[in-house]
Structures are given as structure tokens and as C-alpha cells.
């Protein structure tokens, strides 16, 4: 389903395949708890959102905001400005995860890294990260904005 109408006339046996050559080369290691099929449709998976979000990124290198034509990203529905309450309280949102890792340069290195579109392996090589950093700083955040999450709802 997520790999409907993939950029560059991908097909679902294009992702299978790279999905099995990323698990041979050892890129996406197998985990021996997780059932073969389950593993590689989450990898697929994660090929797939590789693919859209490229192409969300050349889109967007390739439109213009100063364009009077282009009142939208590609992406967004009709030419509408975003609702005001909206910009709002995603830049509010925003503004508490920089307060929440304000005291932790790396998350706030991946923070940068995401919001720029790039990958986790990009993000890595543009900051000197090795990977079991970058993993286990991802998972720090995670558990933090969890438990920030939490906070918010009570």
C-alpha cells in the first residue's frame, strides 16, 4: 500500500529486491526474534519513505517561494495559507523540543539533519556520528519526548 505510485516508476518487486540486497549485505541485519516476512516489509517499508521523502526534498529544491505561480509545496492542498492556529502551535511544538534538547548537541545535530531531509547515514557523515551513537541518541530522544508527551497530557 505505501508503495503505490512510487517516484521514478518504482515497483513493489524493485523495493522486495533492494530490501533482500540490504538484508544480504548486511546493511539491515535480521534479527532472529523477528519473523522473516514481518522484518522485510518493515524494511520495505523504511525503502519506501526513503523514496517519498527524496522526492518531497527535490521538490521542494525545485520550486521557489518567491514564484507568485507557486503559493503552495508540493504537498500541501490548493494554494490556501496554513491556518494561523496551526503555524501557531506547530511552532510552539517546535520550540519545546529545542527547549527540551537544548542541553544535548547531538539530539539537536539530528534535529537539524531531519529537518534538512536527510537520512539517517547522511546525517551520521555530515556530523561525524558513528551509528551507534546516532541509534542510541534517536532512542534517547524518543523516550524523552515520550515522557514529555506524557507531561503535556496531564
Known sequence: MWGRNLPGGLGWNDILHEAIARV???SRPWPADVPILAFLSGVMRSICNDYWRRARLEQRLLVSRDDPDQRSWPGEEGDEVPDPERVLA???TLANVYRLFEDD??????????ADGLAAREICKVNGISELDYDTTRRRMRRALLRDQRNWSK
Open 105 to 114: 548537541p547531538l539530539a539537536l545535530k539530528i534535529i537539524a539533519g531531519l
Open 90 to 92: 506547530a511552532a510552539q
Open 24 to 26: 544480504l549485505d548486511g
